[in-house]
Nanobody, 124 residues
Framework: QVQLVESGGGLVQAGGSLRLSCAAS????????MGWFRQGPGQARGFVAA????????YYADSVKGRFTISRDNAKNTVYLQMKSLKPEDTALYYC?????????????????WGQGTQVTVSS
């Protein structure tokens, strides 16, 4: 059974940091591109960041560029999202996703596997 399990969410004050993790199991994800998406209250699910299968290529939404860093450890089948200088508008349910094929994508329709999400709440 393929599973993606996110962790690391929580409540943090504006300006603070959090590190999200996404542990994959049930198949080998080392050849997949991985992405992070988020869905805030009353909003559609939106792209945050993505990383290629090798980790050599990354891509970020403009709203998080310079503040968030995506990385992966293929030996651990885990992808991370380091979030710094958090803002109240970053409050959302954060999902990780896997895209077979290895190349970065920003559209959620291109990802085949999804986790259940981890809540990030940033207070002002």
């Amino acid at each position: 059974q393929v599973q993606l399990v996110e962790s690391g969410g929580g409540l943090v004050q504006a300006g603070g940091s959090l590190r999200l993790s996404c542990a994959a199991s049930g198949r080998t994800f080392s050849s997949d591109a991985m992405g992070w998406f988020r869905q805030g209250p009353g909003q559609a699910r939106g792209f945050v960041a993505a990383i290629s299968w090798s980790g050599d290529s990354t891509y970020y939404a403009d709203s998080v560029k310079g503040r968030f860093t995506i990385s992966r450890d293929n030996a651990k089948n885990t992808v991370y999202l380091q979030m710094k200088s958090l803002k109240p508008e970053d409050t959302a349910l954060y999902y990780c996703a896997a895209k077979p094929g290895g190349t970065i994508a920003t559209m959620f329709e291109e990802y085949d596997y999804w986790g259940q999400g981890t809540q990030v709440t940033v207070s002002s």
